[in-house]
């Protein structure tokens, strides 16, 4: 036990200048240390289970006798119970830091809204070439954000953003523009996976339809407008519309003819490079990049006579790869490229007199001209005219397929079919391609 002494005073304890320590008073255990340095210090001694013990309380220059007692008193208030003032200190010490951390992290969370996440998070893709296959990948995404996204939940912090929150952003696409509701959806649950892996939020997933948001949409899956099929022409109309097709040479008339030829969808064609096409043995190979369903492999495209005389008849540019590359910039043309295309054509034939290019089966339905579409017209048209009249006899129904870039599948699921069917496939394209091109005078 610490001996009682006298208590000293400050003038007392100011003269104590002996190397070693000195009870001071007031406190049992509270005693001055001098250092060899000159350095002193009020010290609490103290002793538990028989082992002497010291903490240091502060230097003499930076806290008053009073303060030094009070700090003692403190301590032998711990003591008595049976607590160690050094650990007890440290413990206290992890607590402040603990939560000094809680405390950063919560003023990070508060400034890390939706719209900072989102902006660091697309220029960390940036910077790993996400989208190195996707030109136009980096806009897309910034274009969503800013015209969906951050309007309605840009200065959320992400650590607070909930699923209700996320449902009000997606409830007036989610009806009527579905495509646009579906990629807003994606982009929150994918920035919000990224969000978390990077401490900036700990709940749940909010765009996870698995989840909360996926009971709060349910009551609206009965009225969601339903994605139609997209425009095609009549296929009878086919060799009429490449007779006005092929009388621009413009790039996007050109690519647009090819993808017709070839039964391709957009991004493919837009992307098709110099490098993918092997004129020996007239094919394109699609890299597996360039599919909306990853992980299938590469598809290769058998090139008929019409769809090798638009490559032939495309320039070509030192340094570019690109087939049909923006006649200014000499980048991948926009998505919106073909329609422009379409909307054209179809304009000048009304102004004609003509009826224009459109699909008669939608127009008829939805009572107004439902312009016809790329995409429609080089699967759908084509598909129907491969089951017309001789060509149902004449052409393999799985070359078909293959030749649209469709998986077949089988009782195990695709798993043991590996036939190519190349010559039928030829065959096909070949048969198609003279179709397109029957009433052109060439």
């Known amino acids: 036990m610490p001996k009682n002494v006298r208590p000293l005073s400050v003038k007392e304890i100011a003269a104590i200048t002996r190397v070693g ?48 007692r009070e700090r003692a008193a403190a301590y032998a208030e711990l003591v008595k119970r049976g607590i160690s003032p050094v650990e007890h200190r440290r413990k206290e010490a992890e607590r402040r830091k603990r939560e000094s951390d809680e405390s950063a992290r919560e003023r990070d969370r508060q400034l890390y809204t939706v719209a900072v996440c989102a902006e660091e998070w697309i220029q960390e893709r940036v910077q790993a070439n996400y989208w190195a296959a996707n030109i136009r990948g ?14 309605k939940i840009g200065a959320v912090p992400i650590g607070e953003l909930s699923p209700q929150q996320v449902f009000d952003l997606l409830r007036p696409l989610w009806q009527t523009t579905t495509d646009t509701a579906e990629n807003c959806k994606s982009a929150v649950f994918n920035l919000f996976r990224w ?18 948001l996926g ?10 407008k339903k994605n139609r099929n997209l ?24 690519m647009t003819a090819f993808a017709i030829l070839t039964t391709l969808r957009s991004k493919m064609v837009r992307l098709a490079k110099w490098s993918d096409v092997n004129f020996q043995e007239r094919t394109l190979t699609i890299p597996n990049a360039n599919f909306k369903t990853k992980g299938r492999g590469d598809h290769t495209v058998f090139l008929s006579a019409a769809a090798l005389q638009i490559l032939n008849g495309m320039p070509r540019y030192p340094g570019i790869d690109l087939i049909f590359p923006s006649p200014r ?25 003509g009826k224009g290019w459109i699909d008669p ?7 107004v001209l439902v312009i016809a579409t790329q995409h429609g017209t080089s699967r759908a048209s084509f598909k129907t005219w491969t089951k017309t009249g001789e060509n149902r006899k004449l052409f393999d129904e799985e070359a078909v397929e293959l030749c649209m870039a469709h998986k077949l599948q089988d009782d195990y699921g ?23 091109f029957s009433k052109l005078k060439l």
């Open 138 to 151: 980096e806009s897309v995404m910034r274009a969503y954000f800013r015209n969906h996204i951050n309007p």
């Open 231 to 254: 425009p095609a022409l009549d296929y009878q109309e086919i060799p009429d519309f490449f007779v006005e097709l092929m009388a621009s040479d413009r790039v996007s008339y050109r």
């Open 21 to 68: 320590t000195t009870a001071v008073g007031g406190v049992p255990g509270l005693s001055v240390q001098v250092l060899q340095t000159g350095d002193r210090y009020f010290v609490y001694r103290y002793q538990i289970d028989g082992r002497r013990s010291m903490v240091s309380l502060g230097s003499l220059s930076e806290i008053s006798l009073k303060v030094a």
């Open 195 to 212: 969000a978390k892996a990077r401490g900036y939020c700990v709940q749940e997933n909010p765009a996870d339809i698995k989840g909360v």
């Open 329 to 353: 910039q000499k980048r991948e043309l926009s998505d919106a490229a073909m329609g422009v295309v379409f909307a054209r054509l179809h304009e000048r034939s009304l102004q004609s007199g």
């Open 361 to 367: 089966v939608l127009s008829k339905k939805e009572g």
């Open 215 to 224: 009971v709060l949409l349910e009551p609206l899956q009965a009225t969601r």
């Open 414 to 436: 695709g798993a043991y079919n590996r036939a190519t069917l190349e010559p039928e496939r030829r065959q096909v394209m070949e048969a198609w391609g003279q179709y397109c």
